[in-house]
């Protein structure tokens, strides 16, 4: 799935591929809540922290891998 996540002091919103917002994870209450397309929010969310991890896991490597050299 495409789209993207923005973010905005306490509020997290999920946008698809057309612009528009599937959902909104929103933390400036004293109880969290979230509202809209729970299903395509995950996934969208999964895609974007496995993408997150993936940079973070290659960039490890190659400073593990600098380090082994010296």
């Known amino acids: 799935m495409k789209g993207r996540i923005i973010e905005d002091d306490y ?3 999920f946008i698809d ?3 528009d917002v599937i959902g909104e994870l ?3 209450e004293r ?3 979230f509202e809209g397309n729970a ?3 995950a996934v969208l969310f999964l895609v974007h922290i496995s993408g997150m991890f993936s940079r973070r896991l290659y960039e490890e ?3 593990g ?3 082994g050299k010296k």
């Open 11 to 13: 509020l997290i919103g």
């Open 17 to 19: 591929e057309d612009g």
């Open 26 to 28: 929103d933390f400036r």
């Open 31 to 33: 109880v969290m809540k």
């Open 39 to 41: 299903e395509q929010s």
């Open 61 to 63: 490597y190659q400073r």
């Open 65 to 67: 891998l600098t380090e």
